[in-house]
Structures are given as C-alpha cells and as structure tokens.
C-alpha cells in the first residue's frame, strides 16, 4: 500500500491530522524522483495537492497556500 493511498483512507474518513504526515512523506519521496533523480511532476503534484486539502481542511489556510 502506498503512502498516498493510506492518507487517502485517512483523509476520507474524516482524519485530516493523521493523514498530513502520510502525504508529506509521499510528497518528499516523489520530490527525489526515481533512482535517476526524473520527477513525475504528475504524481509529485497530487502528493502536494492532498497536503494542500488537508491542510485546508483542518483550517490552516496560510501553510496551505505554498
């Protein structure tokens, strides 16, 4: 199971501050790229994307913006 699809349980079930780490995690993993340093800006966007959601959802609107 991956990071982002354990957030992803997390997150829809309402859990917003035990899904964070899990999407940040995802996020700096996918930040380094593959074993080649390539990013798949695709998937490192969604990562960032769901860090944003949580974040707005737990109402920290000001860390959510970057």
Do not use: T
């Not at 798949?40 to 969604?46: E, I, N, Y």
């Amino acid at each position: 199971m991956s990071l982002n699809q354990v957030g992803f349980c997390l997150s829809s079930q309402g859990k917003y501050e035990e899904a964070l780490p899990w999407y940040k995690r995802a996020a700096e993993i996918h930040q380094k790229g593959d074993v080649h340093s390539r990013v798949d800006h695709a998937v490192l966007g969604r990562s960032l994307h769901q860090v944003g959601l949580c974040l707005w959802s737990l109402e920290k609107y000001e860390e959510a913006l970057p």
